[in-house]
Every structure is written in structure tokens, then in C-alpha cells.
């Protein structure tokens, strides 16, 4: 995968954080290689003149994905149910995979389902990833793959 997946994820990231989520994070040039507890959400674009697959992932820690799914929602953080954390993160995936769409040439790519999990988050092998990080401390990262 070519360093173009890299830039266009993270432009996603930051239009979408920045516009739905009231966030900005800053990118770091290396994901960490240690897994963490938190929450992951995942998301694969389908080329449609190919076979290829694009997985997008995006690995929160707890705190800070709770944080995003209360800017999203417009609740306070504490106390938040795993669901709202869940739904929140679901359409950040979406939102970003499609951004990441319209980016590269939407007629040249369909999306899939958005899906997230709290648990370890840890990237998989062959990945090219980003960690993010928010006033000055790790929150997370992002990885795309190509299948």
C-alpha cells in the first residue's frame, strides 16, 4: 500500500473529527506496536473495477472515544452507555471511509459496514498506521490495509 492511503486517511480523520466530533488530533509518524484497552472500529472499502479491499481501522482509548461520542452526541462522557460509544464510533468509520471515498474518486470505490468493539485494541501485522494523539497525549491510532 503506497503512502497515498496514508494521507488520504488522515485528511479524513481530521475533516471528520474536526467538523462532526469537535476534535482536532495531531498524527504521529509511527502507530505504537502496543495493544491497549479501548475501543476499535473497522471499516472495509470495496474497489469496484477490482478485487481490491481497503480495511480502515481506528483504535481509540476508552476515555477518548467516550469523549468523541459525547461531542457527537451532545451527553456528558460519564456514565455513557457502551451502545452510544459503539453507534458513535460505527458512524466514525462510515464517515471517514467516506470521506476517504470522495477523496480518491467515489464511482471507483463502495463502502461496507462500519463495526466496533470495546476491548484490546492492537493493530493487525502488515498495516501502515498513524498514532494520534490529542493535547499532547496518546489517544490512539489508525491503520488501513489492503487486501
Keep these: 500500500m503506497d503512502g497515498n492511503w496514508q494521507e488520504v486517511m488522515k485528511a479524513a480523520i ?3 473529527l474536526e467538523t462532526m466530533y469537535f476534535t482536532d488530533v495531531v498524527f504521529q509518524q ?16 470495496h474497489a469496484s473495477d477490482t478485487a481490491a479491499v ?10 477518548f472515544a467516550r469523549e468523541l461520542a ?7 462522557p460519564d456514565g455513557m452507555p457502551d ?3 459503539r ?10 471511509a467516506g470521506n476517504c471515498v470522495v477523496l480518491l474518486g ?26 494520534m494523539s490529542a493535547a499532547g497525549h496518546f489517544v490512539g ?3 488501513c490495509r489492503r487486501e
Design 14 to 16: 481530521s475533516e471528520v
Design 30 to 45: 509511527k502507530a505504537p506496536s502496543e495493544a491497549f484497552r479501548g475501543w476499535q472500529a473497522a471499516i472495509e472499502m
Design 54 to 63: 481497503v480495511g480502515l481501522s481506528l483504535g481509540f482509548e476508552d476515555s
Design 70 to 76: 459525547a461531542n457527537m452526541l451532545g451527553l456528558d
Design 83 to 85: 451502545e452510544d460509544v
Design 87 to 96: 453507534d458513535a464510533l460505527q458512524e466514525l468509520a462510515n464517515m471517514v
Design 106 to 131: 467515489p464511482e471507483k470505490w463502495r463502502l461496507g459496514l462500519p463495526r466496533a468493539h470495546s476491548g484490546l485494541v492492537a493493530p493487525p501485522a502488515a498495516t501502515h498506521g498513524v498514532g
Design 141 to 143: 491510532w489508525a491503520w
